[in-house]
C-alpha cells in the first residue's frame, strides 16, 4: 500500500512540473508577443524637444522660498561665456599644499 501511494505521488509531481513547464513556455511566449508589439513605440512618437540652436521656451515658477523665478528666455544681464559663480574647468596651477592626506 505504501509502494503504490510514492509511486502515485511520484507520477503526479512529475505531471504537475511538466504541466508547470508549458504553463511557463505560454507566458514566455505571450511576453515575447506582447514586446514585438510594443517595442516600436519609442521610434514613432513625434513630438521632440527644440532643435539645435533654438531657443529655451520662457517661463515663470515658485521656488522652494516661495520667489518667483524666471526660467529660460533671454537673460537680462545679457550674453555670457562663462558663469562667474562656477568654475567647472580643472585648476590650471593646482596649489600643492590642498592636496589629500594619505589613507592609512
Same mark, same amino acid.
Given at each position: 500500500m505504501t509502494n503504490e501511494l510514492l509511486i502515485a505521488s511520484s507520477v503526479l509531481q512529475w505531471v504537475a512540473l511538466c504541466a508547470g513547464g508549458v504553463v511557463l513556455l505560454g507566458i514566455a511566449r505571450?511576453?515575447?508577443?506582447?514586446?514585438?508589439?510594443?517595442?516600436?513605440?519609442?521610434a514613432m512618437i513625434t513630438d521632440h524637444g527644440p532643435?539645435?540652436? =533654438?531657443?529655451? $521656451?520662457?517661463? /515663470?515658477?515658485?521656488?522652494?522660498?516661495?520667489?518667483?523665478?524666471q526660467v529660460g528666455g533671454e537673460d537680462p544681464a545679457g550674453p555670457r561665456l562663462r558663469d562667474e559663480g562656477a568654475d567647472?574647468?580643472? =585648476?590650471?596651477? $593646482?596649489?600643492? /599644499?590642498?592636496?589629500?592626506?594619505?589613507?592609512?
Open positions: 505571450q511576453v515575447g508577443l506582447l514586446h514585438e508589439r510594443s517595442a516600436p513605440l519609442g532643435g539645435v540652436g =533654438d531657443k529655451a $521656451p520662457s517661463f /515663470s515658477i515658485i521656488d522652494v522660498k516661495g520667489q518667483k523665478r567647472l574647468a580643472a =585648476d590650471p596651477n $593646482p596649489d600643492p /599644499s590642498r592636496r589629500l592626506p594619505a589613507a592609512a
